[in-house]
């Protein structure tokens, strides 16, 4: 197996496609990159940005340069000494165009009885044995308004007609095939039947797109309908649908592969021993998101399935280290306050257990309602269970899913978090417990693997839509105490660590799992790592946080504006302003509305509440545009804005270096001030980049200048971020001796806490904790640090220390340093 020194994200589409990643290779190569890491690449909804909607796994994405691109991008990496990994998607297809995907039309045209069906996870015996599309429109009244929930009327938008020479069924600009049999022709070659009537014969059943959360027979990817799950477990499917990863091992252009959402499949564990047999036992990651204290299965770690995460769990303990605790009660405070002052649903409940209960049983009753229907009727085929109702096995599921503390277990691994959520749940509902009492057998308790019933898998690809749904798309819009901490992978109610904490947890990463990616930021996370760091230090300024807000609020109710029903939801949207300023107007209105509809309380993606949208709207622009309150929260912003460059070294540093592979996500060497998607996913100046790296390396490397000024300042530049990443990139791919283990170095001395530094084996890492405090503190003063024996320099600034060290001798040009014997 080839092990990446480090990973470089590239997102590809159609205006950032294959050739044009291949045009990047020689400043990667500079910056210091092992790898790249490229996003899904196989054939694609056309227009896709993420390319998670694979039509066709057979080939390479056209718009993204098609397999000859793909290929050549492989090759001239590896002529460069980088290797390839892929971002692989095996849990679901998409299904928004089905003419785009030739499975899906298959089966939609040819039912259970397509050389397809197999591939899709599809209840047959549900619906009269029609596979149910939501995707009609509502009825509308008689001012033209719609009518929930009634699709009657939309069924006369249905026309039959001939399409480059295939019969389909036509809604609006989608189309559907027709079973053959099930229409006949006129002359003309027309179909001559009523649209109705032919829709009636199919296999499938169009029905209302508010359908698809209540009465659905398909596995979708959480709540996404145009997302259909794949049955990998089927090795049939997993041949046809993994012909072109094969060939990219067998041809060695991928080394390789990043498995997308795992806790989707139906045995995670099995999947990731048959892909050893597709990849030759290729270096394989998982995008798993682990709660804190949780581990992967150790079998997967010891049989090499798998080398680990993609590293949100990384990312909270990094994100944590730069937190103060002393903020936890000021922060509490105000976040109570403002739940106290809010009207809108919801958002009363400060408790962030209670919370999230409430939001997981949300879900379960409404947008994975249809999940949890399905799960019912399969449970109502175990003999155990005959003698409840339908209603009564629905009821204690989505109680036993709402007390669930992780995305899934790995039956028999993980079996403790299934036996604490059937507890937890009859001490929520003491009215269900001979049901729950029941299921738990069937669920899995104290089963053996080959033991598990079908009901028991498939509960365990369900937690984790329940967890994703409830918490990282709702609670985490609601919990606005720190933002920094609402984070994909993350529990917010742990405030911060100590650097004991960090330590013990990077020692156990280097014990048992030492090749696991380390990430700060992804395509996925809520903020990106440098708008994280800046907002963290309010925690060292809560007090003046909560002035501003107040203050906000107070200026915005005199211009005419709120108070919002959800403020708890303008403190959410205030952070982000905070950690992104400066900000455009377009991106902080876009992030506000979708925080907003993320966190359902006083408005949502459904119908949701027009006036509420615009006075949140009326709520940022105030903050942008009355030069009062513009001012005032400035103000606060250039409090905070120098400490969070500090931390954003500071956590760049620690994740490059710590135990693990570092990812760089693109363009986030720079501060990259991004919030949630598709904002973090614009595009990135290469060009600029790597002018900015060349000068960078000159005037470091330039004998010429003084010590005191070869670094850049740390500012808003980006410079002084670019110069560590390139650094600590090309440390670890140039001189890996020095990475191969891991011992705290203690500072000494009255700012010592301040101070968080770690010896892997050669090369020492020192950053700075709590910037704020310890300026206001007065700096390091007499606070030092023992070297290990001989004579060190900073790669950073070149400076040159031994022996026992004052830390403000060490870190007198930028907060961190990254030291190797000379």
């Known amino acids: 197996m ?47 940005q993420h390319g998670y909607d694979v039509v066709d796994p ?102 039959v007609r001939v399409e480059d020479g295939e019969p389909v069924l036509a809604y609006w600009d989608n189309l559907y095939p027709l079973a053959d049999g099930t229409y006949t022709l006129d002359e003309s070659g027309n179909v001559a039947e009523d649209a109705s009537a032919v829709h009636e014969r199919q296999h499938y059943q169009l029905v209302n797109w508010r359908t698809g959360d209540a009465a659905l027979n398909y596995r979708r990817f959480f709540t996404v309908t145009t997302l259909a799950g794949i049955r990998v477990e089927d090795p049939q499917v997993l041949e046809e649908s993994h012909t072109e990863i094969k060939r990219w091992f067998g041809d060695q252009l991928v080394d390789g592969l990043r498995i997308d959402h795992p806790d989707g499949l139906r045995d995670p564990g099995r ?17 798993k998101i682990l709660e804190p204290g949780e581990k992967l299965p150790h079998e997967w770690l010891e049989n090499g399935s798998t080398a680990g995460t993609t590293g949100y769990d990384a990312l909270g ?94 039956l028999p691994d993980g079996v403790e978090h299934l036996e604490a959520a059937l507890q937890s749940a009859i001490a929520q509902r003491g009215d269900l417990e001979p049901v729950i009492t029941q299921l738990g057998p069937v669920l899995g308790l104290n089963a053996l693997e080959s033991e598990l019933t079908p009901v028991a898998r498939r509960f365990q690809q369900t937690s984790g839509m329940v967890m994703a749904k409830g918490v990282e798309d709702a609670a985490f819009y609601r919990f606005s105490r720190l933002t920094s901490l609402t984070e994909v992978g993350g529990d917010p109610s742990v405030f911060a660590l100590s650097p004991a904490d960090v330590h013990a947890e990077m020692q156990r990463r280097h014990q048992e799992e030492p090749l696991a990616m380390t990430t700060l930021s992804t395509h996925d996370t809520k903020r990106s790592e440098s708008v994280r760091a800046r907002i963290s230090v309010l925690a ?122 570092p990812d760089v996500y693109q363009g986030s060497e720079l501060w990259a001030p991004a919030l949630v998607d598709p904002d973090n996913r614009r595009p990135v100046d290469y060009k600029d980049l790597a002018q900015r790296l060349e000068a960078v390396d000159t005037r470091r490397d330039d004998p010429g200048i003084a010590r005191a000024h070869s670094v850049p300042a740390v500012d808003d530049s980006g410079d002084a971020k670019l110069l560590v990443t390139s650094r600590a990139l090309r440390l670890r791919r140039d001189h890996a001796e020095l990475f191969t283990d891991y011992t705290p170095v203690a500072a000494e001395g009255p700012a010592a806490d301040h101070l968080f530094a770690f010896n892997r084996g050669g ?13 206001q503190a007065g700096g390091w003063a007499e ?40």
């Open 2 to 48: 080839r092990i990446p020194a480090s990973t470089y994200r590239l997102q590809i589409t159609q205006d950032f496609d294959l050739d044009q990643a291949a045009e990047q290779i020689e400043y990667l190569r500079n910056l210091g990159v092992d790898w790249l890491y490229l996003s899904p690449v196989l054939q694609s909804t056309e227009g896709s």
């Open 317 to 410: 303990t990094v994100d944590r280290l730069l937190v103060d605790p002393a903020g936890a009660y000021p922060l509490t405070t105000l976040e109570a306050a403002l739940r106290q002052g809010s009207t809108a649903d919801g958002t009363q409940e400060g408790n962030w257990a209670r919370m999230i209960h409430g939001t997981k049983r949300a879900v379960v009753d409404g947008a994975l309602h249809a999940e949890v229907e399905r799960l019912a009727r399969e449970a109502a085929g175990e003999s155990a269970l005959t003698e409840f109702s339908h209603d009564q096995l629905v009821d204690a599921l989505s109680e036993i899913l709402a007390n669930f503390d992780v995305y899934r277990t790995y």
């Open 540 to 661: 060292e300024a809560a007090n003046d946080w909560a002035s501003t807000v107040a203050y906000v609020q107070k200026q915005a109710a005199a211009a005419g504006v709120g108070p919002l029903a959800d403020r708890t939801l303008a403190n959410l949207v205030l952070q982000a302003l905070a950690g992104a300023w400066p900000i455009e107007r377009e991106r902080a209105v876009d992030y506000a509305l979708k925080a907003a509809r993320e966190a359902q309380t006083a408005t949502a993606w459904v119908d949701g509440s027009e006036d509420f949208e615009q006075e949140l709207t009326r709520f940022v622009e105030v903050v942008l545009d009355e030069p009062s309150v513009r001012g005032a929260f400035e103000g606060l912003v250039r409090k905070i804005e120098h400490p969070g460059y500090v931390n954003a070294l500071s956590q760049k540093l620690v994740q490059l270096t710590m135990p693990g592979v």
């Open 271 to 287: 999947y990731l021993k048959d892909l050893q047999g597709i990849t030759g036992g290729a270096y394989v990651l998982i995008e």
């Open 58 to 159: 057979t080939v390479i994405d056209r718009a993204r340069g098609g397999r000859d691109a793909f290929d050549r991008l492989c090759r001239a990496a590896h002529q460069a000494g980088m290797g390839v990994i892929v971002d692989v998607v095996p849990n679901h297809q998409g299904v928004a165009e089905p003419r785009q995907n030739p499975w899906w039309w298959s089966l939609l045209k040819e039912g259970a009885g397509s050389p397809h069906a197999d591939a899709f996870d599809v209840d047959w015996e549900a619906f009269g044995g029609k596979l149910m599309i939501p995707v009609l429109g509502d009825d509308t009244d008689d001012d033209g308004a719609p009518v929930p929930g009634q699709a009657h009327q939309a069924l006369s938008d249905l026309t």
């Open 763 to 775: 090369a020492i890492t020192l950053v700075t904790r709590l910037p704020l405090g310890l300026a």
């Open 783 to 822: 606070t030092s640090v023992e070297l290990p024996e001989g004579a060190w320099v900073d790669e950073l600034t070149g400076g040159r220390f031994e022996g026992t060290v004052q830390v403000a001798q060490i870190l007198d040009l930028l907060p961190v340093a990254l030291l190797r014997r000379a």
